[in-house]
């Protein structure tokens, strides 16, 4: 059984051989394999042939000297890599992720510049070539150049790698820049100032080589992701400016060239420049956000509507501008002290604004050297020439006199005046309550005036309301007396007229009887010779009628005797002589007997009664009466 078994014993040569093939590859072939995932970082234990010392200060090997070899294996397979000459450490690939930045540290190199804290960069393929980086005389400690995200083969016997966030600035700010490296500030400056070509400052060296100068930078960043090296620049973020409507910005630059003043020769208390220029800029910042590098430029903001300032302890406005303004104390010409609250309403226009800041720094200065102090004595002398009484009763006046003066005092440092308001006064207790006292005592007054005339109104009202219910008898009575009174003037004037007709009539009876009787004796003896010569014509006139008359009827007489016969004529005669004197020849009722006969009187009575009968009924019929039957 044993014999076969050593027949074989060649094969235990070759399995042990391929199981350590490895460990003999190594010893003595001096094999390297270096993984697709790393390098072969290399120190090389001594040197076979001649002295090799690396030089003084140096600590990587780029000639083949003993130590840390500056140039490491990269994967694939190496011979003659002895272990007992070479020590192999493998090391993984240098991963930068995306939102990170490789910083770089060289330990070995050229020594530094004067006066620099970075090292410039030199051609090494991104520092993955060790020998080239040392032999371009690399600078030994931190390096101006990074690496960006992504893998890299980086010896770090001779780099080390730092870690650090990408520089990110957020929306509505701005990144205040501080470098370490470059040319010093001049003399008197506080900044560095704006230099081209080094990419918002990503690119240190061609800051360096364009001037760029140490410190603080002028230039701001605007928001954004920058590959910045912390080790070069320090970036600070800020808010933006941000200018509300209604306000503007006046700019005091501490970088620039030194202006020439625009502000004239009226102006002397600071310059005014044109922008971009040390000073105040005489162009404000207009409603808006504005990147402002704030350590180098001072923005003051300046409302432009009006503003309105209190002094009154209870009372402060948004812009709190007035907060340390307080109720004026004031003392009147009676020695009263009293307070009152007052506000004062400014503009200040625009183009004004940078002046006001050049002179006074900012508005709370304006405030506190300008308006408290003119406001506040204003005031204070104004009380001192009047009595408490009169400058409350002239309040109206004084508010337009004060209007007026402080307006005049605040034109003068570019400021407008639109409004002095006084508010609240407190006249002093005792004398406030002299005065409500007093004010009591004449509303009492009053209040009496009015009850006393209610009561004599009332008194005045029963009267009349009496009077009127006696008005109708009191008529009655006034019209009697008035008619009794015009009665006796009556008589007394009829009297009157009696007594002086009586002696008018007596006086014209006088004269009327001397007067007729002259106008009778006259008359009697015109009328006697009228009578006379009347008497003697008539006596003529009469005479000729009655033998003319006389004459004519016996004519007339003649010619009827003539014409009827004197018997016919006689008869004519008497009938009108009866017919003259209602003597009737027939009688109205004849009664008769039958054929001419009867009894006289017996037919005379009837023939009265039936005549009276006939006359009863006539007049029955002119009266309207139904006659008897």
Known sequence: MSAPIFEFWWVFPIIAALILYKFVLRVFFGMIIV????????????????????????IIAISGEAGMQAKPLAPGLYWRMWPWQYAVTMEGFTVIPQDKLGLVKAKDGAPMDIGRVLGKPVSCDKFQDAQAFLENNGQKGPQAAFLTPGNYRINTFLFEIVMVPITSIHENKVGIVTTLDGEPLEKGDIAGGSVVGHRNYQDPMAFIQSGGKKGLQEDVILAGTYYLNPWFAIVEQVEMIHIHIGYVGVVNSFVGPEGKDTSGLGFTHGNIVKKYDKGVWDEPLDPGKHPVNIYTHTVEIVPT???????????????????????ISVRSYDGFTFNLDVSQIIHIPRNEAPKVIARFGNMKNLVSQV???TIANYFRNSAQKSGVIEFLTNRSDRQEDARAQISKVLAAYNVEGVDTLIGDIVPPEALMKTLTDRKIAEQERVTYEIQKGAQIERKEFESAKAGADMQTEVVKSIRQVEINTQMAASKVASARGDAESRVINAKADAENKTIIAKADAEAKTINAKADAAATEVNGNADA????????AEAEVTKQKTEAMGTEQYAIVRVAEALASNGIKLVPEILVNGQNGGGNGMIDALIGSEMLKKLQREGDAKKAGAVPEV
């Open 305 to 327: 509507t009006n503003i309105v300032l209190n002094w009154a302890n209870s009372r402060t406005e948004s812009h709190e501008l007035d907060k340390n303004l307080c109720t």
């Open 371 to 373: 308006l408290e102090p």
């Open 35 to 58: 993984p697709d995932d790393r390098i072969g970082l290399v120190v090389k234990k001594f040197t076979l042939y001649g002295d090799k010392r690396l030089p003084d200060g140096r």
């Open 544 to 551: 000729g009628k009655i033998k003319a008359v006389g004459l």
